[in-house]
C-alpha cells in the first residue's frame, strides 16, 4: 500500500494550505526586511493564519460557499482599513501586501478544486513576480510606448485576425489561403520579435557574438550586413569577431528554419534534423576559429543594431512585403510544379536562395499536395546554399579587406559542405 493511501487526504490538503500559506508569508517577510513594521499588516504568521482561516471556512460549506464569501468580505474590510490608516499616517499607498493576503486566502480553493500541477504554478507565479518587482521596473522603464503598441500588434495578429480569415484557396491561380499567408507572416513575425526583445530587454549591451546569436534568429542576412558594416568601421572589435559573429549568425539561420519546419510540416524539419544539424556544427567549428582574439573587446550598443531599433519585426509594412513575396513565391513555385515537377521546384530554390528565403520556403512548408515532402526538404537546403552564397558577396562587398579572405574561406566551406548534404540527400 502507497505512502498516499495511509494518509488521508484531507489532512494533505490542510498540510498544503499551511506550507504554501507560510511560505508566502516567509517570502514577505524577506521582502519586506529593510522597511518598518508599522508599514505591514503582517508577514509570515499572517499569512500562515489567513491560509488557514480560508481553509476553515471553505471546508465549512464547500457547496454554496457562503462562510468562505463571507470571510473573504471580512478579510477584504480588514485589509482596506489598514491600507487607507497607512496612506493616511505614513502616506503609503503599497497595495501588493494586501493583495497577496487575498490570494492567499483563496489558497484553499486551488488546493481542493485544482489538480496539483495548476496549485504548484500559482504559488510559483506568486512567489517570483514578488520578487522580480526591481526587474520588473527596470524592464518598463527600458520599454517606450511603442513596445507596448507593437505588443498590442502581435497580440492582434495572432488573436483577432488570423481566427477570422478564410482557410480557402483566394483563385486557381493563387493557391494560397488567406489564412495560411497569415499564419505564416505571424510564425515568421513572432520568432524574429522574440529575437527583438531578447536583444533590446535582456542583452542590450551584449557583446558581438551574443549579437551573432540573436541577429542570425532575428535575419541572418541582415546580420552578416551590419557586422560586416560595423567591421569596416573599426567597431567590431576585430576582424577575427566580426567573422565569428557572422558565421554564427549563419547558424542559427538553419535553427530558425528547424523551428519552422516543425511548427508546419514536422516530418521534413525530421529530414532536415542531421543535414541542418551537421551545418550548424560547422557553423560554430567555423566561428570558433575565426575567433583568434579576446571575446570581450568589441560591444554593440542598441543605436549600432539598427535592425532591432529601426525596423520592427512587426511593421506593416514588414508584413505586408513579406506578404506580397509569399504570394508570388506561391504563384511562381505552383506554375514551376505544374510545368517542370520536382527537379524544377528544387532548382528554383538556387535562384530564390538569393532573395528573402522565408516566403519561399513557408510556402513550400504549407503544400497540402502535388509537391513531395522529399522534393521540399531538397529545395529547403537548396535555398540555404544560395542564400549563403549570397550572404558571402554582402559581407565581402561590405567589410573590410582584412576580413575577405576570411569570409571567402569560411563560406566555402560552408557552402560546399551544404551542397554536398544535398546531394547526399538527393541519393538517398
Known sequence: MSIQHLIPEEFIRFLLVLVFSLIIGLEQRRHHITESDALLFGTDRTFTFIGLFGYVLFIADPKSYLPFLTGLVIIGLLLAIQYFQKIHQYNYYGLTSSVLALLTYCLPIMVITQPVWLLLAFVVVILILTELKGDLISLSKKASEEEFITLAKFIAFIGVILPLLPDNPISSQIPISPYRLWLAVVVVSGISYVSYLLKKFVFPDSGIMMTGLLGGLYSSTTTTVIIARREKEGSAGGAGHAVSAIMMANGMMY?????????????????????????????????????????????????????????????????????????????????????????????????????????????????????????????????????????????ITLGSKEIRHKLILNFSILIFSGILLSILYYLS
Open 255 to 395: 535553427l530558425r528554419i528547424l523551428i519552422l519546419s516543425f511548427l508546419f510540416m514536422p516530418s521534413v524539419a525530421t529530414s532536415l534534423s542531421i543535414p541542418f544539424f551537421v551545418l550548424f556544427v560547422v557553423c560554430g567549428i567555423l566561428s570558433k576559429i575565426s575567433n583568434n582574439t579576446e571575446i570581450g573587446s568589441g560591444t554593440y550598443t542598441n543605436n549600432e543594431l539598427s535592425f532591432q531599433n529601426n525596423k520592427n519585426p512587426l511593421e506593416f509594412k514588414t508584413a505586408l512585403l513579406f506578404g506580397a513575396l509569399f504570394v508570388i513565391f506561391g504563384m511562381i513555385t505552383n506554375y514551376v510544379m505544374k510545368i517542370y515537377g520536382n527537379a524544377g521546384v528544387t532548382s528554383l530554390a538556387f535562384v530564390v536562395g538569393i532573395t528573402d528565403i522565408d516566403p519561399f520556403l513557408l510556402n513550400l512548408l504549407q503544400k497540402t499536395g502535388g509537391i513531395s515532402e522529399t522534393t521540399i526538404a531538397l529545395a529547403i537546403i537548396n535555398a540555404t546554399n544560395s542564400n549563403n552564397l549570397l550572404k558571402m558577396i554582402y559581407a
